[in-house]
């Protein structure tokens, strides 16, 4: 697996989580990253704090790192090259893929501790 390159977006995210049958909420930002996945037990969304209303089922202090890509959809481990080393520091991750890339968020106190341990896996991190 070669080393990446990821970038950290700027803002903090929330991931909600709202009942399957609910609509795509009209407060979500559409000029910025969300991810809207419905399953046939939630509807779960991950966009910017900010947006999120009080009474929102979500947990808040989210930041993202971005694999730079595009990655070739063949590749293989390219989670798993992350998330092991932050596994094994014990900071957790909530995983997003794309057509073009991966995102890996972790709980804002953890940030710099993240940022350390994938740069110490061999992968470069920059603002």
């Given at each position: 697996?070669?080393?990446?390159t990821?970038?950290?977006?700027?803002?903090?995210?929330?991931?909600?989580?709202?009942?399957?049958?609910?609509?795509?909420?009209?407060?979500?930002?559409?000029?910025?990253?969300?991810?809207?996945?419905?399953?046939?037990?939630?509807?779960?969304?991950?966009?910017?704090?900010?947006?999120?209303?009080?009474?929102?089922?979500?947990?808040?202090?989210?930041?993202?790192?971005?694999?730079?890509?595009?990655?070739?959809?063949?590749?293989?481990g390219?989670?798993?090259?992350?998330?092991?080393?932050?596994?094994?520091?014990?900071?957790?991750?909530?995983?997003?893929s794309?057509?073009d890339?991966?995102?890996?968020?972790?709980?804002?106190?953890?940030?710099?501790?993240?940022i350390?341990?994938?740069?110490?896996?061999?992968?470069?991190?920059?603002?």
């Amino acid at each position: 697996m070669p080393n990446l390159t990821l970038s950290i977006l700027p803002d903090t995210f929330s991931i909600c989580r709202l009942d399957p049958n609910e609509r795509i909420p009209d407060w979500l930002d559409a000029h910025s990253f969300v991810s809207i996945t419905r399953t046939a037990d939630e509807l779960s969304i991950v966009c910017l704090d900010k947006d999120v209303p009080a009474e929102i089922n979500a947990s808040r202090g989210w930041r993202c790192l971005k694999v730079e890509g595009p990655l070739d959809l063949s590749l293989t481990g390219i989670l798993t090259s992350l998330a092991v080393p932050l596994a094994e520091a014990r900071i957790g991750i909530f995983a997003i893929s794309t057509f073009d890339t991966d995102y890996v968020l972790v709980k804002e106190q953890a940030l710099a501790d993240a940022i350390a341990v994938l740069e110490q896996a061999g992968h470069k991190v920059q603002a």
